[in-house]
């Protein structure tokens, strides 16, 4: 009997990176769900437990050299080498240029694209040692361009072309890597930013899916459904794809 496969999945204790971990669960998969706030995951895991799934919960911040290398021996330990990843950990620090502070630009980056290219980093020698992996990352429609949002629009960017470069590198040992880019999806996050607007969030999302050709926003199902097939086997020949989950052309 084939031995389950291993997946790592950030930012995993609510939003997009929940229902990710919920997904990838009920495929099969064992699931090991990062965040940087100790207990973050423990619901979400237990919850997988629940349903007959198997879930670990490991707390490390994807900007810490040191704690992710701790984290993926300690996912190595407890589940097994790990060939699928899903970058996924996000923050927002909006702003407008004029009023963004360099710390509100650093901490973007570091939690978006050098979180990414740690855990990336840390887990591929897995991948290349079983000749078969996935490498999936969070971008977003905010990549191509959005006002108030330049830090989160440049990580985001920035992101699609370090997938396109690590499905150039790896692809040779059987591993492929793809970048997911969600339009407006409701969670704590687009919440915040509705907060910030001073608009109700229900308000808000009237408003999106009034400019949206399906007519309604995203759910963070939606984006994990995607993330699911990029994650299995049938999707060997899709890699350095940036695939826009937004309910509608985006360009």
């Known amino acids: 009997m084939t031995a389950p496969r291993i997946a790592v999945v950030t930012g995993a204790a609510r939003g997009i990176g929940a229902a990710t971990a919920r997904r990838l669960a009920r495929t099969g998969l064992h699931v090991a769900l990062v965040d940087r706030e100790p207990d973050a995951c423990q619901e979400v895991a237990h919850e997988i437990r629940a349903a007959g799934g198997q879930a670990i919960d490991v707390a490390a911040d994807v900007v810490d050299e040191g704690a992710v290398t701790a984290a993926v021996e300690s996912v190595v330990e407890r589940l097994g080498p790990p060939t699928i990843l899903v970058n996924n950990a996000g923050i927002l620090r909006d702003n407008l240029l004029f009023k963004m502070s360099v710390d509100d630009w650093d901490d973007v980056m570091r939690v978006h694209l050098r979180g990414a290219f740690l855990m990336t980093r840390a887990v591929q020698s897995h991948m290349v040692a079983a000749k078969w992996g996935r490498v999936i990352s969070l971008s977003s429609t905010s990549s191509l361009g959005n006002r108030g949002q330049v830090n989160y629009a440049a990580a985001k960017a920035g992101l699609q072309g370090f997938t396109k470069t690590v499905a150039l590198e790896l692809g040779p040992f059987g591993v492929t890597a793809n970048a997911v880019a969600p339009g407006f999806i409701a969670t ?64």
């Open 188 to 251: 704590d996050m687009t919440a915040a930013t509705a907060e910030r607007m001073g608009v109700p969030f229900e308000e808000f999302q009237e408003t999106v899916a009034a400019q949206t050709a399906v007519r309604r926003v995203g759910r963070p199902e939606d984006v994990a459904n995607v993330i699911s097939f990029l994650a299995s086997d049938e999707a060997s020949f899709v890699s350095g794809q940036v695939i826009y989950v937004a309910g509608g052309p985006t360009i």
